[in-house]
Structures are given as C-alpha cells and as structure tokens.
C-alpha cells in the first residue's frame, strides 16, 4: 500500500452559456474514478470541480436569455453542480469565478504580476472568438475563422498584456525537467513546439464589456476570462492565503484534467503566470481526447449533442462510467455508438463479469448453506488464480497514477477471465456430486477472487461493486485497498445474503443493425 500523501486533482470550470454535455461528464468522471481510487488507496484527496461564469460568452448568453448576468449564471451553474449526484462525482468542493473567495483571488493573483512587473499597460488590435475566449493571430485564421471554426471579430481596446514571450526558455526548460508535466506524450510534444515557435504577450484585460472580475486599480479594465478562471484552482484551497493549512497541503496541484481544446492555457499560460507570481506550477496537466457521436462530431448545430443523464437512464450508471473509460485508451478521441455500449454492457459486464458473480454466489447458497465455504489444502491452480488477484493493485494502481484507464480495467478483466476459465476447468458443480470438501474450497477461492475484483473495480463503477461487497458481507469499514490480500479475506462459515444480479443486460429488439458488430 502507498504511503499516505496529499492529492490536490481538479476538472475544468464549465462555462454556464449552457447546460452539462458527455464532454463535461467525461472530464469530470475521468477525475472521479481516480480520485475515488486514490481515497481508498488511503490518500489525502481533493478534488475539485465547478463553474467559469465570467466572460464575453456568458454574458453574449444571458443577454439573449433576456436577464441579467448574475441571474443568468446562478441559474445556469445548478445543472452542473446537480451533475455530481447524478453520475456519483464525489468532488470536495463545487467552485464558481462569481463567488467572492475566488474575485479576491484572481485580483490578488494580478497584484503580484503587476508588482513584479510581469504585467503593463498597452492596447490591443487583433482577432477574437467569443466562442473559444480566445485571441488569435492573422496568421491561424482559416478562411476567416479560427482554427476550431469559431468565428471571430475584430477587437481594438486598451488593454494589460502580461510579459509571456519573457518565459519561453523557462516554460522549455521547465518542461524539459518535468517529463511528466504534459500527457499524453504527442500532446507535450506538440506543446513544447508550440512554445518553441515562439511566444508573444498576451492580452489579459478587456474595457469593451463589464461581466468579469474588476482589474486591481484600473475600473475600466475587467481581467481576461482565462485568467480569472485559471485562477479557481488556487482559490479552492485557500489562496491568497497561502499560509492556511489548505493551501500548504494541496498546493501545486497535482494534477489539472483537461481536454485537448484547452491544453495550451493549462501547459503553456497558467505555469507562465505562476512562475512569474513565483508560486510552484501544478505537477501535471492530462489533456484526455474528444467524443463524437455514432462518428459524428457532436455539436449543438447538428442537434447530436449527448445528454450524459438520458445515457444513465437508458444503459445504467456503472455501464456508462465503465463504457467511458474502458471503450478508448484514455487520451485517445473516441466514438460514442449504442452498439459499441451494449456490446460492453453485455459483454464485459453481464456476461464476464457479473455472470462469474452469480454463479459462484448461487452455488454457494446451493451447496453451502449460503455461508462462505471452508477452503481445504489449496492446489496449483488456486494458488495461481488467487495470487493474481491479489496482485492486481499493484499494476492498477500502476495505471490509475497515469490516467491510463483502459489499461487497468484490461488488467482487472483478464482476472475476470482466468476466474472464467478456472470454474469451467474446476466445474464446482461436478464436484459436488464427489468431493463436496474439493468444490467448497473452489467456491471459497473464488469468492476471494471476486473480493478483490468488486474492491479494485470500486472506482469505475461504485455502485455494482457495493452490491457485490454486500452479497459477499464484506463490512463497510473493510473495502479499502488495504484490506487486500490474506488480511480482509472472507471468514468460512460466514452467513451470506440472498443474492441478486448487478449487470443486466441490455435488451433490445431492434439494435440499430449495420453497426459496431461483435
Ligand atoms: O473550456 N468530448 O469550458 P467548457 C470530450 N471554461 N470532451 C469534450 C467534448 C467532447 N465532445 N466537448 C467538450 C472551458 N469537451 C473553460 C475551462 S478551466 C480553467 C476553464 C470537454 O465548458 C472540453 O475539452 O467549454 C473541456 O475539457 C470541457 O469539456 C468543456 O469545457
């Protein structure tokens, strides 16, 4: 077991101009999964996520809503902070840029950049989408957009810059001796050049509308939307006070999940504003891959947009959480389809998995009385199996700490399998009929397979491993990662519950045909 440490993780703030997608559900849920893993692996965590409610989008947003801004945003952010429950996010704390904790943070931020001169008084004459809240240069444009396809507008203001191009070596040699800083590695690598082509100021207040936080001795200037939210993961833990217990504890964060789209302000911007504040940059920015939808890119435009609740509603929670992190190596973009999440559903979950699960308990209610059977002298192949599910932590936890989803749960299912292979080879059933000590002592070792298999599986889908602990009377107290191995094994004789199935099926009569297949 890892020894005790501070693990400070956090989601982007979503902006409110609308309400939650899978995108923001898969950021979130990619959090969750390990913060989840972490706690029960016995670690100090906080995990953040929350609402970007300033800018021009927002405030373009509440106009055509007809209300205020203010109104606009305390409506708006509800369905995010309502995301939580609904897909089991177990974040620590929910944040909004409106709230004034975080207003004094991003203005003491700007006092300590303006103080140590890192930022000054200029004006501004460039392009800018709304959309992305974003400036681009002449030269990115693409037919008179922006790259994303943004449109943008000319913009001509006085405006603060802060001094980037002063910290183009800096940020190179930081990421030089930060290998680890950037995942995946294309996307360091595409960073580092983006930084080795060269780095210009950057436009970090705007005068031509009011919805954001007030620069610091100048009324007429508001702060940049990126700048103020960026800002949101140091007031979580308590900046400015940077001697609170919080702050000492948690910060640099440890990890920043992001999607690709916003790799650049994470890697490139937000290290160049700490470093210039002389605070520790965060240990690590993960920027996970995109969605499309039946191999469409999702957009509100194409009306493909995917609610993450009526995916709950339609295939359960465990399954979409399972779908999400095992059905792409994490990082990659990948493809929602509905054949592509029933053929997990029914495949990894109800029939791998949950099928040894019923079987064994069945048979233990059968042949056992309903009580965990008493494990003779165990042979080769008990030992094996056994071993390996014991072992399992060590590569999980291995992959968990990279954000390498998919390969732990590849890891944990070809347990899943070996358990499937041996109670064919072992054939419990048969047993019973001639050596009912032989076949207890099969059904006890797998019970202790599926012990450990429903505790490491905890993080990805929570509630299905609860009911499995359950079935197998496993305490409360006893579902932690410490409790793996011979230390938390199940008692022989111990009275087990009635038990019941954990991953249905999928039924559907009419599948979409054509697709996905097998
Ligand atoms: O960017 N697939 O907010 P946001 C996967 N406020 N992920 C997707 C996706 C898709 N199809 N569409 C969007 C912001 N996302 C800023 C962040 S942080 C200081 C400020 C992801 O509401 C996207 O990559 O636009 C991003 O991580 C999040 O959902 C949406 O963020």
Redesign the pocket.
């Known amino acids: 077991m890892a020894t005790t440490q501070s693990y400070y993780l956090?989601?982007?703030?979503?902006?409110?101009?609308?309400k939650p997608?899978?995108?923001?559900a898969?950021?979130s849920l990619a959090c969750d999964a390990l913060a989840r893993f972490l706690r029960l692996d016995g670690d100090d965590v906080k995990f953040l996520t929350g609402?970007?409610e300033h800018?021009q989008k927002v405030e373009k947003a509440a106009k055509e809503a007809g209300i205020s801004a203010q109104s606009f945003v305390d409506k708006m952010s509800q369905p995010f902070r309502a995301l939580s429950p609904a897909i089991g996010f177990t974040n620590d704390d929910f944040i909004r840029t409106t709230e004034a904790r975080h207003i004094a943070a991003a203005q003491q931020l700007w006092r300590e950049l303006r103080a140590r001169d890192q930022i000054y008084l200029g004006s501004y004459a460039g392009w800018y989408a709304v959309r992305?809240?974003t400036y681009y240069a002449e030269s990115e444009l693409i037919d008179g957009a922006a790259p994303t396809g943004a449109p943008v507008e000319w913009v001509e203001e006085p405006s603060y810059f802060f001094r980037l191009s002063r910290w183009q070596d800096r940020l190179l040699s930081f990421y030089d001796e930060n290998p680890d800083f950037i995942a995946p590695a294309t996307r360091r690598n595409e960073v580092i050049s983006f930084v080795r082509g060269g780095l210009t100021d950057l436009s970090v207040s705007r005068t031509s509308f009011r919805w954001g936080v007030p620069v610091p001795d100048d009324d007429a200037h508001i702060m940049y939307?990126?700048m103020d939210?960026?800002?949101?993961?140091m007031t979580a833990v308590g900046y400015p006070h940077t001697d609170s217990s919080d702050f000492k504890k948690y910060w640099p964060a440890r990890l920043?999940?992001?999607?690709?789209?916003?790799l650049r302000?994470?890697a490139v911007f937000?290290p160049a504003f700490l470093m210039a504040a002389e605070i520790d940059p965060p240990k690590r920015v993960f920027?996970?891959?995109?969605?499309?939808?039946e191999g469409e890119?999702?957009s509100k435009t194409v009306g493909n947009v995917?609610d993450p609740l009526v995916l709950i509603d339609t295939y359960g929670l465990d399954q979409l959480r399972y779908f999400l992190l095992r059905e792409v190596p994490f990082g990659n973009?990948?493809d929602f389809s509905h054949q592509a999440m029933v053929n997990r559903m029914n495949g990894d979950l109800a029939n791998d998995f949950g099928n040894l699960v019923q079987r064994v308990l069945a048979m233990i209610q059968r042949y056992c009385d309903g009580r965990v059977p008493l494990a003779g002298p165990l042979e080769d192949a008990d030992e094996a199996l056994l071993r390996s599910a014991q072992n399992l932590i060590t590569p999980v936890r291995d992959a968990f700490l990279r954000q390498a989803y998919h390969e732990a749960l590849d890891d944990i299912w070809r347990v899943v399998r070996s358990a499937n292979v041996y109670i064919d080879q072992q054939a419990p059933w048969k047993l019973q009929k001639i050596d009912a000590n032989r076949a207890a002592t099969v059904l006890y070792i797998l019970a202790e397979v599926i012990r450990h298999l429903a505790l490491v599986i905890q993080p990805v889908t929570p509630t299905a491993a609860g009911k499995i602990l359950d079935q197998l009377a496993v305490n409360l107290a006893d579902r932690t990662f410490s409790r793996i191995g011979p230390v938390g094994a199940l008692e022989s004789g111990t009275l087990l519950p009635e038990p019941s199935g954990v991953f249905p099926r999928f039924t559907e009569l009419s599948i979409p045909s054509g697709e996905g297949g097998g």
């Open positions: 956090t989601t982007p703030i979503y902006y409110v101009n609308d997608h899978i995108g923001h898969y950021t609402t970007d800018g992305d809240e939307v990126w939210a960026l800002t949101n993961y920043h999940m992001v999607g690709k789209d916003i302000f994470h937000w920027a996970h891959g995109w969605w499309t939808n890119k999702i995917i973009d990948g």
